[in-house]
């Protein structure tokens, strides 16, 4: 009897195992990148709090996004707003990335490449070298006959392999955009949701190509703390948590996130 029991069980367990897969979790990433939307304007002043983290924090890589007017804007830039990045481009521990958007999908690719193209002069002509491209407003969706994925392919195209594809979706994505990016940020929206068990979980196996945006987060300042360690450990390539501000200001909330970085890597570096 007790040996029919344990077949009968054993069988109900290896249904249950093919029916629900447990997804295999990754190792924690002791490098995380700390990303930084820098959609401000260096005016005078105005990016120090973010060369002073930037400075407190070198074994720390930061992933910043240069916005000069939703994209490119005039070429060339205004000459104050270049020397604010020259002046990102002097810490060895920053990688640059120029904003571009899709519209989800409505600009022609044609033109997200026209933008793509004058940053890239930034790199040819003005001494501005650039790790790579942000390109905002990505679509969530495969499209129909997989048309999104085509596009997000063909602005992969138009940025080339000489620079860092990073793209926004802002939530969970099919894998076979991964296909066509270095990064995704498949989660861009307020700290409630993120801790909500609800939501629509990254698939483990992406978590090392997936950035985390973790918004309007207006807790204490161990929480914003506390979630490095949580990106750290489930492997996240990079992120960030953020106030509730916007993305011109300076956020405090960002600034508590990139100091615990290197805090919580340390337990994890050989």
């Excluded at 924090?57 to 996004?65: A, G, K, L, M, Y």
């Excluded at 790790?131 to 499209?143: L, M, Q, Y």
């Excluded at 969970?172 to 990064?183: E, K, L, N, P, S």
């Amino acid at each position: 009897m007790a040996i029919f029991k344990n077949l009968i069980i054993s069988s109900v367990l290896a249904t249950l195992a093919a029916a629900a897969p447990i997804q295999k979790r990754i190792a924690p990433n002791p490098n995380l990148h700390v990303a930084l939307p820098l959609y401000s304007y260096p005016l005078a002043g105005v990016w120090d709090p973010t060369y002073n983290t930037i400075a407190s924090n070198p074994s720390t890589t930061f992933d910043v996004i240069i916005n000069p007017s939703s994209g490119p804007g005039s070429y060339p830039p205004e000459s104050d707003y270049l020397s604010g990045v020259h002046k990102l481009q002097t810490y060895s521990n920053v990688n640059v990335y120029a904003y571009v958007r899709t519209g989800f999908t409505e600009r022609s690719v044609s033109d997200v490449a026209d933008d793509i193209n004058t940053y890239k002069k930034w790199t040819t002509e003005l001494n501005t070298p650039l790790a790579g491209f942000f390109v905002d407003e990505a679509p969530n969706t495969v499209g129909d006959g997989n048309s999104n994925v085509n596009y997000m392919k063909d602005v992969h195209s138009s940025i080339g392999s000489s620079f860092q594809t990073w793209t926004n979706p802002g939530s969970t994505v099919d894998a076979a955009f991964y296909d066509y990016a270095d990064t995704v940020t498949a989660f861009e929206t307020d700290y409630s949701t993120w801790v909500d068990p609800a939501r629509t979980a990254i698939p483990w196996d992406l978590h090392s190509k997936t950035s985390v945006m973790i918004m309007r987060y207006d807790g204490a300042a161990s929480g914003a703390a506390d979630q490095a360690k949580v990106l750290i450990e489930r492997g996240f390539k990079s992120g960030f948590v953020w106030g509730n501000e916007d993305y011109q200001e300076f956020s405090q909330a960002w600034a508590t996130f990139s100091d615990s970085c290197a805090q919580h890597a340390g337990s994890y570096r050989v």
